[in-house]
């Protein structure tokens, strides 16, 4: 996983790691997601790649886009 930048410095984002159609993401708590393009769809999970690789935004948009939207709940 690589740590989240986090620059707006309110993030409940701990990590991410990134795969071709997927991106995981750890939140503070330790529970950590899968999104991928069946569970969230393309668009979703590039715009949360990149994001994620900006360090800026990806908890917000998270919460208005995707919340109930991951494939899986890996811990």
Sequence with gaps: MERYKNLGGHSSVQAFELGPDSIAVE???????????ASAGATHVDH??????????????????VMKAHAARLR
């Design 48 to 65: 949360m790649k990149g994001l994620a690789l900006a360090g800026h935004g990806l908890n917000s948009y998270i919460i208005r886009c």
């Design 27 to 37: 939140f503070n708590d330790g529970a950590t997601y899968l999104y991928n393009y």
